[in-house]
């Protein structure tokens, strides 16, 4: 990739992305492309020769390096087609002398152009709607987890040298608009969210090679109804989160991490009012709420990095963390403030949001079980600068939470099975109970008398009323069973 990032315009068709990546073990700068149309037939797989997809990148950037200089106005639709025009024409000459297929043709034409314009040999499983995570363990061993639990499967190179791949991970932080940050041996670590929302953490230096984790957000726009129709609710837990959101009750989204607590959190976020005025507060943008189509006044902030140096202070220069955008955020005119994860101080300023704004905050938080919660809290407490005491922090979360769902997930994969993601607890906070801890309800909790991990009805929460004045119908929380049709299909059966 070279030059300013681009940003394709739909009237410019440029090479079709790759769908579905195999890797055939060809030598490092040979590697194999393939694609699925959308009636999933496989297009036959093709070798790319990746030296020359990077010499004709090269030389594409310089043509276009030399046009900007001499049309430096020129709008981005316009300048990307004549790229895509030089690419077609250098292909052309090379696919002459070498006798290439129309098919080599077509596969050297997209790599070549995710060079130039997205995320290199990296885009092919950025496409690939079945992967969840890409494992780069340095420029050479790439591992594909997927979504639905399948085996973990070694992929093509992405680089060919330690600093290609650094430079692919900058390219990528550039044309993703973090332009402060960067990954060097100054600075060896980098997060960031990439354009399409996936969520990037590198880290150089530290270790024999560079190490990357791509985390992909595989379900990016679903509402509670989706989640009903991927098994995570049920429709009865589904209109209970719907109505605590119209309600105005802060939540706390809890879980093991990828486990689904972002994607709950969007889904609940379209529970909002269209119009509701709200800020989300993140390290990086992974709920998309300004530029979901949905909602129209979102404050969408976005935590930022040191440019390496320190102040007087010691505080690194330029950074802004999320506790130091709370305290503006609140003068923002707001009806409600989404934290995208409450992971150090800023739970402080979150909890203190809580107890003196108005309802309807948001939150998530890292948590094993439901049950240490809770003590995670006060950690995050005790790690503040003030070193806050524990009591303090029972007291605010007693105080400004009213309710938490915890999302859970049981993996066997390992034993031929899938991932199921789900929710399996609702806990309403009711005030301090023993020991100064904050006391609850348990209002759905999982259906293990009869076989099942997942969220069915226990008891009517205190503040019932305030739900059915937003249109939700006590009743459901009468079913025992919830409206499960059946008990979770797991291969080692929940002892009951």
Not at 390 to 398: G, P, V
Request: net charge negative; proline share 6%.
């Amino acid at each position: 990739m070279h030059g300013r990032p681009l940003h394709p315009d739909p009237s410019v068709a440029p090479p079709p992305p790759t769908r579905v990546p195999h890797s055939n073990g060809a030598p490092s700068s040979v590697g194999a492309a393939s694609s699925t149309h959308a009636l999933g037939t496989a297009v036959p797989q093709v070798t790319v020769d990746y030296k020359v997809a990077r010499d004709i990148a090269s030389q594409v950037a310089k043509q276009r390096e030399e046009l900007l200089k001499t049309k430096p106005d020129m709008d981005l639709a316009s300048e990307e087609q004549r790229c895509l025009n030089w690419i077609a024409e250098a292909v052309a000459l090379w696919s002459d002398a070498q006798a290439m297929t129309p098919q080599e043709d077509e596969a050297l034409r997209r790599a070549i152009y995710d060079q130039l314009f997205r995320a290199g040999r990296l885009q092919p499983y950025l496409d690939d709607d079945r992967v969840e995570d890409i494992i780069i363990q340095g420029p050479h061993e790439v591992w594909l987890d997927y979504g639905d639990g399948g085996v973990r499967r070694k992929v093509g190179p992405i680089a060919e040298s330690e600093q290609e791949l650094l430079e692919l991970l900058r390219e990528l932080a550039r044309g993703s608009g973090y332009n402060e940050r960067t990954i060097s041996t100054a600075n060896p670590t980098l997060a960031l969210s990439l354009q399409d929302g996936s969520r990037l953490q590198a880290i150089t230096g530290l270790g024999p090679m560079t190490y990357a984790v791509i985390r992909r957000h595989r379900v990016s726009h679903a509402g509670l109804d989706d989640l009903v129709r991927l098994g995570t609710i049920d429709p009865i837990l589904r209109d209970f989160l719907g109505a605590c959101v119209r309600a105005e009750k802060n939540i706390m989204i809890a879980g093991k991490q990828k486990a689904g607590k972002t994607t709950l959190m969007r889904a609940m976020l379209k529970e909002f009012d269209p119009e509701c005025r709200f800020a989300t507060i993140q390290t990086e943008d992974e709920l998309f709420a300004h530029a979901n189509g949905y909602h129209r006044q979102v404050v969408s902030l976005v935590g930022r990095e040191s440019n390496g140096e320190k102040d007087v202070t010691g505080r690194g220069a330029g950074e802004v963390t999320l506790l130091d955008l709370m305290h503006p955020a609140l003068r923002m005119s707001l009806e409600r403030i989404v934290v995208g994860e409450v992971r150090g101080p800023e739970v402080v300023a979150m909890m203190q949001a809580l107890t003196n704004g108005s309802g309807g905050n948001l939150c998530t938080i890292h948590a094993r079980r439901p049950d240490i919660i809770f003590d995670r809290i006060a950690e995050l407490y005790a790690l503040a600068q003030q070193n806050l005491s524990e009591q303090l922090a029972y007291r605010q979360t007693a105080n400004g939470l009213d309710f938490i769902v915890y999302v859970d997930m049981t993996d066997e994969t390992q034993i031929g099975g899938r991932r199921h993601r789900y929710v399996s607890h609702v806990l309403e906070l009711t005030g301090i109970g023993e020991n100064g801890r904050p006391a609850t309800n348990t209002i759905f909790s999982p259906g293990t008398e009869f076989g099942d991990l997942r969220a069915v009805p226990r008891m009517d929460p205190g503040c019932i009323d305030d739900l059915r004045r937003v249109g939700f119908d006590s009743a459901l929380l009468q079913q025992p069973y919830g409206a499960w049709q059946a008990p979770l299909s797991l291969m080692v059966e929940v002892r009951r």
